[in-house]
């Protein structure tokens, strides 16, 4: 382990979607306009959300707990939603 | 599970963002909030918005023109926002 850290611009994108069961109304609405506009063959949308995030990283872990952290507080709502980091580089 | 139907249950993502260049108020707000929180490496936030699609799939060749369809239909604005498809099955 190195004591010399130096601050690497990091990306990561933030997936955030309903947990399943939860009414997904910007979803159902979206089906029922592809209906109408003659799509018979949509069975099911669900919406989320995703969030690009540039970053500057002191390293892998610090990362992920700063990531998991932001998504908990801010990015999700946990009660209803869950999500998914990807980490680009 | 049950085999009553001949035409394939295909799943696809779209994902939807702002065009290079153009504004996004929610990311801004989002970094904003995030540097109040603490978070004072966070350099830039960009959001976007995904749809987890269920249909009954005639092909692959259908389903590309499907999902393009009513990506540029419905799904996306084409004046400040571009897609992109993800074919999951």
């Keep these: 382990?190195?004591?010399k850290r130096k601050a690497e611009?990091?990306?990561a994108v933030v997936y955030v979607k309903l947990k399943e069961g939860?009414?997904?109304p910007q979803g159902l609405t979206i089906k029922k306009a592809l209906e109408k506009?003659?799509?018979q063959?949509?069975?099911e949308v669900r919406s989320g959300k995703f969030f690009e995030i540039v970053f500057d990283?002191?390293?892998t872990q610090?990362?992920?707990k700063f990531l998991n952290e932001i998504s908990d507080k801010l990015l999700a709502n946990?009660?209803?939603e869950k999500f998914e980091i990807e980490v680009v580089k």
């Design 1 to 3: 382990m190195s004591s």
């Design 9 to 11: 611009l990091s990306q």
């Design 22 to 24: 939860v009414l997904d």
């Design 37 to 39: 506009l003659g799509y």
């Design 41 to 43: 063959n949509v069975k």
């Design 57 to 59: 990283s002191n390293g």
């Design 62 to 64: 610090q990362s992920t």
């Design 78 to 80: 946990p009660v209803i």
